[in-house]
């Protein structure tokens, strides 16, 4: 809301009690995150924000019957499209949970879609309860190692930095392009300090002398600690330290120990990527908060971890706190350990209540542009282009996989093969790999061999494979992940599993084959029937299945990974052969 002279001697006459306040919440536990206090007040709010902390009257009041009153929470940094729904259902899901502020980075939409991914993100965003604000991908494509649906230049995202909902650039993950001053990224980097914005970092498996190189570039944020020692190298070179716990990569039983009285202020929380599921039955950052107790944090500094640190990090002046002059987004708990959310209201009204999002319901995922939904192209696939030649070397260069982890171990190990040809493995967990280029048609076809999957029959396979998008398959066997392939064509992108021929699950992705035009009850309906079946076929991972096979494509995180041009070697910064 905009502030004017009228607004503002309205909200200084509430709060000098001339005249009643729009709302005051009485008897409250207000969690003080500037002093680490607990105080038991009354709290006035006028036009969606607060004016005073005490003894106000209203003209409605809200008993909070000694809850806890904190500020909603904020998640610093997440893939919206990772939850497989877009931001008009993610609202539905998140914010009953506490979250009424999230920092997305669209790089996912925006490598299948470009500047169209991007307008239909923040189109989709508009208008609702919770409040989205984005970072514009750093990198599309990731790296020039693979084959993405499309290219985001500087002069692209320029026009974007002036929307209100731009915060700054997503995660530069480039680093070799970072290092060595490429101009088309250095010009993303001075556009984005021209407006004014934010610069997200991504220093996956680097060491000090990269957070050094990244801290001068002006980057001050990193989600990809995975140990203590990584954290602490970019809080000593004055970096905000994100801690993650998503689906597939939960780092806060790492990182937790790091946090202490003397450094918590440049420390947030974040979920990165999530599914629909998980957010459904674990939450969002009131997860983080949960766990983050159970492990011995303060749970006041778990608080403002979650709230006025994260505010402060991404320049949201009027975020974070219960305090007057602060935007009215606050929350209900009873208590602070469970971090059990009552109420969530948002700039002082009532969007949630035990569980049950209240907004009214905006979908806008119907009547979807061609442009946005007919994203799949496939060439012909045949048994020919799986194959795998051993080439007479019994060895192989393996991907193993690292549960609940984005990295993974490059082994080499003994590997089967019949007339020449690698012959996947269930015994040996030995699994064949597959990537195939959806966007242009261009025929490009990636082969590995991973370990860890668990898969003991069929084939899964999915177009939400990180960051490209193209189609990535694991299977025991070539039928199975050829029959999958091409039903992912037909369903326009989405997740299947398949055996023996046949389609045992599936969940259509008809949003740039990364998020559903569904309700997100049907997608997490579908998700559990895929969890079933792979149950049924002997998975016992625990792990979510598909969300690592999606990461198992991103080749800026180590040690190897794989992308439709071939097996990659990222500590090289090159592809490599498959036998050793």
Wanted: proline letters at 4%; aromatic letters at 6%.
């Amino acid at each position: 809301m905009k502030v004017n002279q009228e607004t503002l001697s309205k909200r200084i006459k509430v709060a000098n009690k001339e005249i009643p306040a729009d709302l005051v919440i009485k008897n409250a536990n207000v969690i003080d995150v500037f002093n680490a206090e607990i105080l038991q007040t009354n709290v006035a709010v006028v036009d969606g924000y607060f004016v005073g902390l005490g003894d106000y009257e209203g003209i409605e009041s809200f008993d909070a019957d000694g809850q806890y009153m904190a500020p909603s929470f904020i998640d610093s940094h997440v893939h919206i499209e990772s939850s497989m729904v877009p931001p008009s259902e993610f609202a539905k899901v998140t914010l009953p949970h506490g979250v009424t502020t999230v920092i997305a980075d669209p790089h996912e939409i925006g490598n299948v879609l470009g500047k169209n991914g991007l307008r239909f993100m923040l189109d989709d965003a508009r208008d609702l309860p919770l409040d989205f604000h984005f970072m514009l991908p750093s990198s599309v494509p990731a790296t020039p190692h693979e084959t993405s649906g499309a290219q985001l230049k500087a002069e692209d995202l320029v026009p974007f930095l002036s929307d209100t909902h731009v915060l700054g650039l997503g995660e530069v993950m480039d680093y070799p392009s970072l290092r060595s001053g490429d101009p088309s990224l250095l010009r993303k980097i001075i556009a984005t300090k021209e407006h004014g914005g934010v610069i997200d970092g991504h220093l996956a498996g680097l060491d000090e002398h990269a957070t050094n190189i990244y801290a001068s570039a002006g980057i001050k944020t990193d989600h990809e600690c995975t140990t203590q020692e990584q954290a602490l190298e970019r809080l000593r070179r004055g970096m905000y330290l994100l801690i993650r716990e998503g689906s597939a990569a939960k780092d806060l039983h790492s990182l937790l120990p790091v946090v202490n009285a003397a450094n918590s202020r440049r420390c947030l929380f974040c979920t990165d990527d999530k599914h629909i599921d998980d957010l459904i039955e674990e939450g969002s950052i009131d997860h983080n908060l949960r766990l983050s107790v159970e492990h011995g944090l303060d749970p006041i500094t778990a608080v403002q971890m979650a709230t006025l640190n994260a505010a402060e990090c991404y320049g949201l002046k009027n975020k974070g706190a219960v305090s007057p002059g602060y935007i009215a987004d606050f929350l209900l708990l009873k208590d602070m350990e469970a971090f059990q959310v009552t109420h969530v209201f948002k700039q002082g009204k009532l969007k949630a209540r035990h569980g049950k999002y209240l907004a009214e319901p905006k979908r806008s995922a119907t009547g979807l542009a061609s442009s946005v939904i007919d994203t799949v192209h496939l060439p012909n696939i045949t048994k020919e282009a799986l194959s795998i030649e051993t080439k007479g070397s019994k060895k192989a260069h393996i991907i193993k996989i690292n549960k609940n982890q984005l990295h993974t171990d490059h082994i080499t190990e003994e590997v089967a093969s019949i007339n020449g040809l690698f012959f996947p493995s269930s015994e040996k967990d030995q699994l064949k790999l597959v990537v195939v280029e959806r966007h242009h048609c261009t025929g490009n076809i990636g082969l590995g061999i991973v370990k860890g999957m668990g898969l003991q029959s069929g084939a899964m396979a999915t177009t939400v494979a990180h960051d490209s998008h193209n189609i990535v398959a694991v299977g025991t066997n070539d039928e199975d992940i050829m029959k999958a392939i091409d039903h992912l064509g037909q369903m326009g992108g989405g997740m299947t599993v398949f055996e023996n021929g046949s389609e045992h699950a599936s969940l259509p992705l008809a949003i740039a084959g990364l998020m559903s035009d569904q309700g997100y009850e049907k997608v997490s309906k579908s998700l559990g029937r895929i969890h079933e079946v792979l149950s049924a076929k002997g998975f016992t991972g625990d792990f979510n299945p598909f969300l690592t096979l999606s990461f198992l494509t991103l080749p800026v995180i180590p040690s190897l990974k794989i992308t439709d041009k071939g097996l990659f070697d990222v500590k090289q910064s090159k592809h490599i052969n498959i036998m050793v």
